[in-house]
Protein backbone atom coordinates (compact mmCIF):
# COMPACT_ATOMS: atom_id res chain seq x y z
CA UNK A 1 0.00 0.00 0.00
CA UNK A 2 0.86 3.81 -0.64
CA UNK A 3 2.88 4.81 2.37
CA UNK A 4 0.27 7.77 4.08
CA UNK A 5 0.84 10.52 6.56
CA UNK A 6 -1.55 12.09 8.45
CA UNK A 7 -2.75 15.66 8.14
CA UNK A 8 -5.51 17.14 11.07
CA UNK A 9 -6.63 20.53 10.00
CA UNK A 10 -7.12 22.76 13.19
CA UNK A 11 -6.31 26.48 11.62
CA UNK A 12 -9.71 27.46 11.40
CA UNK A 13 -11.55 30.45 13.32
CA UNK A 14 -14.66 29.29 14.22
CA UNK A 15 -16.81 32.31 13.37
CA UNK A 16 -20.32 30.30 14.09
CA UNK A 17 -19.35 29.19 17.31
CA UNK A 18 -18.60 32.55 18.37
CA UNK A 19 -18.57 33.35 21.80
CA UNK A 20 -16.74 30.42 22.73
CA UNK A 21 -13.98 30.48 20.08
CA UNK A 22 -12.95 33.82 21.48
CA UNK A 23 -11.23 32.18 24.51
CA UNK A 24 -10.49 28.82 22.32
CA UNK A 25 -9.78 27.64 19.03
CA UNK A 26 -12.77 25.49 17.40
CA UNK A 27 -10.09 22.68 17.59
CA UNK A 28 -9.41 22.72 21.15
CA UNK A 29 -13.15 23.20 22.48
CA UNK A 30 -13.94 19.43 24.46
CA UNK A 31 -16.53 17.14 23.60
CA UNK A 32 -16.90 14.60 26.22
CA UNK A 33 -14.13 16.48 28.18
CA UNK A 34 -11.82 15.56 24.89
CA UNK A 35 -10.61 18.64 23.16
CA UNK A 36 -11.67 18.03 19.60
CA UNK A 37 -8.12 17.85 17.89
CA UNK A 38 -7.42 15.03 20.43
CA UNK A 39 -10.20 12.95 19.10
CA UNK A 40 -8.97 13.56 15.51
CA UNK A 41 -5.03 12.43 16.52
CA UNK A 42 -6.59 9.50 18.46
CA UNK A 43 -8.46 8.18 15.61
CA UNK A 44 -5.10 8.48 13.36
CA UNK A 45 -2.97 6.90 15.56
CA UNK A 46 -5.67 4.39 15.79
CA UNK A 47 -4.17 3.98 11.79
CA UNK A 48 -0.67 3.63 13.09
CA UNK A 49 -0.27 7.58 12.29
CA UNK A 50 1.53 9.08 15.17
CA UNK A 51 4.23 11.54 15.87
CA UNK A 52 5.63 14.27 13.96
CA UNK A 53 7.08 11.71 10.99
CA UNK A 54 3.77 10.40 10.63
CA UNK A 55 1.35 13.00 11.53
CA UNK A 56 1.33 17.16 11.14
CA UNK A 57 -1.73 19.57 12.46
CA UNK A 58 -1.74 23.50 10.92
CA UNK A 59 -2.63 26.16 13.09
CA UNK A 60 -3.58 29.93 12.77
CA UNK A 61 -6.58 31.17 14.98
CA UNK A 62 -5.14 31.33 18.28
CA UNK A 63 -2.14 29.53 17.06
CA UNK A 64 -0.38 29.51 20.16
CA UNK A 65 -3.12 27.48 21.97
CA UNK A 66 -3.15 24.96 19.65
CA UNK A 67 1.12 24.60 19.22
CA UNK A 68 1.22 24.34 23.32
CA UNK A 69 -1.70 21.64 23.11
CA UNK A 70 -0.04 19.21 20.50
CA UNK A 71 3.53 19.70 21.99
CA UNK A 72 5.97 17.38 20.27
CA UNK A 73 3.04 14.95 19.36
CA UNK A 74 2.66 15.96 15.55
CA UNK A 75 4.92 17.92 13.16
CA UNK A 76 3.20 22.01 13.40
CA UNK A 77 2.59 24.15 10.54
CA UNK A 78 1.78 27.72 11.42
CA UNK A 79 -0.08 29.84 9.45
CA UNK A 80 1.07 33.13 10.55
CA UNK A 81 -0.97 35.44 8.51
CA UNK A 82 -4.25 33.66 9.35
CA UNK A 83 -5.93 30.79 8.10
CA UNK A 84 -5.49 30.12 4.34
CA UNK A 85 -7.87 27.25 3.91
CA UNK A 86 -8.12 23.90 3.70
CA UNK A 87 -6.39 23.06 0.57
CA UNK A 88 -3.75 26.21 1.06
CA UNK A 89 -3.20 24.27 4.35
CA UNK A 90 -2.24 20.58 3.15
CA UNK A 91 -0.46 22.77 0.24
CA UNK A 92 2.14 24.19 3.16
CA UNK A 93 2.83 20.65 4.25
CA UNK A 94 3.84 19.96 0.57
CA UNK A 95 7.33 19.54 1.89
CA UNK A 96 6.90 17.31 4.91
CA UNK A 97 4.46 14.84 2.71
CA UNK A 98 7.17 14.70 0.79
CA UNK A 99 5.40 12.01 -1.89
CA UNK A 100 3.57 10.55 0.26
CA UNK A 101 -0.44 9.97 0.40
CA UNK A 102 -2.42 12.20 2.89
CA UNK A 103 -5.49 10.94 4.87
CA UNK A 104 -6.22 14.69 5.96
CA UNK A 105 -9.17 15.09 8.63
CA UNK A 106 -11.41 18.33 9.65
CA UNK A 107 -10.37 18.63 13.39
CA UNK A 108 -14.03 20.08 14.18
CA UNK A 109 -15.62 16.54 12.63
CA UNK A 110 -17.61 14.51 15.80
CA UNK A 111 -17.41 10.93 14.59
CA UNK A 112 -18.02 7.97 16.92
CA UNK A 113 -18.86 4.53 16.05
CA UNK A 114 -20.60 2.50 19.07
CA UNK A 115 -19.15 -0.75 16.47
CA UNK A 116 -15.94 -0.05 15.74
CA UNK A 117 -12.47 1.92 17.87
CA UNK A 118 -11.30 5.32 16.74
CA UNK A 119 -9.08 4.40 13.47
CA UNK A 120 -10.58 1.20 13.08
CA UNK A 121 -13.84 2.84 12.10
CA UNK A 122 -12.19 4.47 9.24
CA UNK A 123 -10.14 2.16 8.10
CA UNK A 124 -11.94 1.22 5.03
CA UNK A 125 -10.58 5.15 3.70
CA UNK A 126 -7.27 2.89 3.45
CA UNK A 127 -7.96 -0.38 2.58
CA UNK A 128 -6.56 -1.32 -1.04
CA UNK A 129 -5.90 2.19 -1.83
CA UNK A 130 -3.21 2.22 -4.56
CA UNK A 131 -2.66 6.11 -4.25
CA UNK A 132 -4.07 7.00 -7.33
CA UNK A 133 -7.77 7.97 -6.44
CA UNK A 134 -9.74 10.61 -4.05
CA UNK A 135 -11.27 9.03 -1.23
CA UNK A 136 -13.80 10.85 0.99
CA UNK A 137 -15.94 9.40 3.62
CA UNK A 138 -19.62 10.33 3.42
CA UNK A 139 -22.63 9.42 4.45
CA UNK A 140 -25.86 10.22 2.55
CA UNK A 141 -27.28 13.86 2.28
CA UNK A 142 -30.09 14.73 5.04
CA UNK A 143 -33.24 15.10 3.38
CA UNK A 144 -33.83 18.66 2.36
CA UNK A 145 -30.72 19.18 1.52
CA UNK A 146 -28.89 19.48 -1.69
CA UNK A 147 -24.93 19.53 -2.64
CA UNK A 148 -22.75 17.51 -1.72
CA UNK A 149 -21.58 14.50 -3.97
CA UNK A 150 -23.73 12.01 -6.00
CA UNK A 151 -26.58 12.41 -3.24
CA UNK A 152 -23.75 11.97 -0.07
CA UNK A 153 -21.89 14.26 2.02
CA UNK A 154 -18.22 14.45 3.32
CA UNK A 155 -17.88 13.32 6.97
CA UNK A 156 -14.65 14.95 8.12
CA UNK A 157 -11.70 12.48 6.32
CA UNK A 158 -10.37 12.27 2.61
CA UNK A 159 -7.57 10.48 1.38
CA UNK A 160 -5.09 12.52 -1.23
CA UNK A 161 -2.98 11.10 -3.45
CA UNK A 162 0.66 12.64 -4.19
CA UNK A 163 -0.13 13.47 -7.78
CA UNK A 164 -2.49 15.84 -6.36
CA UNK A 165 -0.81 17.62 -2.91
CA UNK A 166 2.30 18.58 -5.36
CA UNK A 167 0.34 20.88 -7.62
CA UNK A 168 -1.69 22.23 -4.49
CA UNK A 169 -1.17 26.19 -3.87
CA UNK A 170 0.19 27.38 -0.37
CA UNK A 171 -2.31 30.53 -1.02
CA UNK A 172 -6.18 30.55 0.11
CA UNK A 173 -8.17 27.45 -1.56
CA UNK A 174 -10.66 24.48 -0.50
CA UNK A 175 -10.08 20.82 -1.02
CA UNK A 176 -13.32 21.15 -2.67
CA UNK A 177 -12.25 23.04 -5.72
CA UNK A 178 -8.35 21.70 -5.86
CA UNK A 179 -8.70 18.25 -5.36
CA UNK A 180 -12.57 16.79 -4.74
CA UNK A 181 -14.39 18.64 -7.88
CA UNK A 182 -11.29 18.08 -9.97
CA UNK A 183 -10.67 14.24 -8.71
CA UNK A 184 -14.99 14.19 -9.22
CA UNK A 185 -14.75 15.43 -13.09
CA UNK A 186 -12.02 12.67 -14.12
CA UNK A 187 -14.31 9.79 -12.50
CA UNK A 188 -11.74 9.14 -9.74
CA UNK A 189 -13.31 9.99 -6.52
CA UNK A 190 -14.43 6.89 -4.55
CA UNK A 191 -16.69 7.74 -1.64
CA UNK A 192 -16.63 5.75 1.28
CA UNK A 193 -19.89 5.02 3.49
CA UNK A 194 -18.99 6.10 7.40
CA UNK A 195 -21.53 3.30 9.41
CA UNK A 196 -21.36 5.85 12.60
CA UNK A 197 -22.73 9.00 13.71
CA UNK A 198 -21.18 12.72 12.46
CA UNK A 199 -21.96 16.21 13.55
CA UNK A 200 -19.93 19.18 12.18
CA UNK A 201 -19.40 21.18 15.52
CA UNK A 202 -19.29 24.55 14.28
CA UNK A 203 -22.63 25.56 15.31
CA UNK A 204 -23.15 26.16 19.07
CA UNK A 205 -26.60 23.73 18.84
CA UNK A 206 -24.13 21.03 17.19
CA UNK A 207 -21.69 21.17 19.13
CA UNK A 208 -24.17 20.82 22.26
CA UNK A 209 -25.25 17.83 20.45
CA UNK A 210 -21.92 16.19 19.87
CA UNK A 211 -21.68 16.68 23.41
CA UNK A 212 -24.61 15.07 24.40
CA UNK A 213 -23.90 11.94 21.86
CA UNK A 214 -20.63 11.40 23.79
CA UNK A 215 -22.83 11.23 26.67
CA UNK A 216 -24.73 8.43 25.36
CA UNK A 217 -27.99 9.45 27.40
CA UNK A 218 -25.73 9.54 30.31
CA UNK A 219 -23.55 12.26 32.09
CA UNK A 220 -20.05 12.69 31.79
CA UNK A 221 -18.31 14.14 34.87
CA UNK A 222 -14.33 14.88 35.57
CA UNK A 223 -13.18 13.62 38.80
CA UNK A 224 -11.56 16.85 39.68
CA UNK A 225 -15.29 18.60 39.36
CA UNK A 226 -17.00 19.81 42.02
CA UNK A 227 -20.80 19.02 42.22
CA UNK A 228 -23.36 19.97 44.91
CA UNK A 229 -25.53 20.28 42.37
CA UNK A 230 -27.68 18.27 40.34
CA UNK A 231 -26.19 17.18 36.89
CA UNK A 232 -28.29 15.58 34.17
CA UNK A 233 -27.42 14.33 30.43
CA UNK A 234 -24.59 16.46 30.88
CA UNK A 235 -21.18 16.59 30.87
CA UNK A 236 -18.74 18.92 33.05
CA UNK A 237 -15.53 19.53 33.18
CA UNK A 238 -12.12 19.69 34.75
CA UNK A 239 -12.02 21.69 37.90
CA UNK A 240 -15.56 23.05 37.43
CA UNK A 241 -18.02 24.01 40.10
CA UNK A 242 -21.20 22.94 40.02
CA UNK A 243 -23.74 24.00 43.02
CA UNK A 244 -26.57 24.60 40.88
CA UNK A 245 -28.84 22.30 38.31
CA UNK A 246 -27.93 21.65 34.90
CA UNK A 247 -29.84 19.25 32.58
CA UNK A 248 -28.16 18.62 29.05
CA UNK A 249 -25.41 21.12 29.20
CA UNK A 250 -21.62 21.88 28.70
CA UNK A 251 -20.12 22.81 31.56
CA UNK A 252 -16.54 23.84 30.38
CA UNK A 253 -13.25 23.10 32.45
CA UNK A 254 -12.61 25.51 35.21
CA UNK A 255 -16.49 27.41 34.53
CA UNK A 256 -18.86 27.90 37.66
CA UNK A 257 -22.93 27.33 38.17
CA UNK A 258 -23.85 28.84 41.19
CA UNK A 259 -26.51 27.36 43.83
CA UNK A 260 -29.55 30.18 42.27
CA UNK A 261 -28.89 28.51 38.80
CA UNK A 262 -30.57 26.08 36.85
CA UNK A 263 -29.66 25.81 32.84
CA UNK A 264 -30.79 23.59 30.37
CA UNK A 265 -29.23 22.95 26.64
CA UNK A 266 -26.41 25.63 27.40
CA UNK A 267 -22.84 25.87 27.25
CA UNK A 268 -21.30 27.25 29.80
CA UNK A 269 -17.21 28.38 29.85
CA UNK A 270 -15.19 29.85 32.19
CA UNK A 271 -16.05 34.03 33.05
CA UNK A 272 -19.56 32.77 33.50
CA UNK A 273 -19.71 33.09 29.54
CA UNK A 274 -22.70 31.45 28.44
CA UNK A 275 -24.30 30.38 25.65
CA UNK A 276 -28.27 29.17 25.39
CA UNK A 277 -29.29 26.85 22.52
Known amino acids: ?49 AGPDSVAVN ?24 PVGTSGGVGRLKSWIDGRGALVGNADAYLADPAREPGKDIAALLDGWDGETVRMLTKPTLPGTTGGFSGRRFTGFSLLPWRYIRDLSTEQSDLVRTVWRPAEAEG ?82 PGDLTVHV
Open 1 to 49: MTTVAGVVLAAGEGQRLRPLTELLPKALCPVGNVALLDRALARLAGLGL
Open 59 to 82: AAYLADQVVRHVGDRAHLSVEPDG
Open 188 to 269: TLELVNYEGVYIDTGTPADYLLANLQATQGDSLVDHTAEVTGTVTNSVVGARAHVAGNVTRCVIWPGARVDATESLTSTVRA
